[in-house]
């Protein structure tokens, strides 16, 4: 049985457009595919030329903080750091320390000026520069230790409390026969060298009286409370303060 020539024009017109159809669908998924590969490349192209902003940005600072280091007229141990101004996303760090290394007796003072920030994946990224500055003479390192030692609040030698004061070993020695009082071990505490240099070197009786033999003790009215908690509370404020007195300068002397 045949077809008639309007029924086959329909047939292969619907066909047609089958064909077609599936001609779309297929560059739609084709289309997609090409899409999604290009905005993988430009996103990660995007992350790639923000972190090499950030670097070249960290680096700016790090170099920027190095160059005031060095124009500076002197440096000292210290630690410095916060947030750049001009780069909000840049976190820096300055140190100034000191190095001895291995082989040799020479200490040597060294610049690192760091910079971190975290990149477009979120992990932290850091550019450092160092600079090694100069050797440290003995009077530097004297001068360090001393530093060091006013830190805790005792200082081992005579010439470290020298240093810490300002004046010279003969005046410290001085200071101890007109009553500075050190410790058992026979160091000097910071707080009895700032009495004598406040004094101008002569104190008083009473200034004298109020030095201390051990840091961790303290000196004057501030320390009754302690002494009451610490099984006396029996005890009147000025016995306390008589007996305190006499601990402070009965050692050392």
Known sequence: MGHSPKTSIEFARACRSAFC???????????????????VVINRSMASASNMSLKAQAFAIARENMEQVLISPGVEEQTEYGRSEQFPAIQWETRIETFSPPIGVDTWVRAVCKATYEDAA????????VHWLTALTDSQLNALDAQN????????????????????????????????????????ITANLDLFV???????????????????????????????????????SDELMDAMMQQSTGRGR
Request: hydrophobic share 40%; net charge negative.
């Open 198 to 236: 406040e004094a101008g070197g002569r104190p008083t009786e009473e200034e004298l009286a109020l030095q201390v033999s051990d840091v961790s003790m303290g000196f004057g009215e501030d320390k009754l409370g302690d002494w009451q908690d610490a099984g006396a509370p029996g005890v009147e």
């Open 122 to 129: 979120g992990e932290t990224q850091e550019v450092e520069l």
């Open 21 to 39: 159809l599936t001609e779309v669908v297929v560059s739609l998924i084709i289309l997609a595919i090409m899409s999604s590969s290009v905005l």
């Open 149 to 188: 030692g006013a830190a805790d609040g005792v200082l081992e030698t005579a010439e470290e409390a020298a240093e810490y004061a300002g004046v010279d070993p003969d005046t410290i020695d001085l200071w101890l026969e007109r009553g500075l009082v050190t410790t058992p071990e026979g160091r000097f």
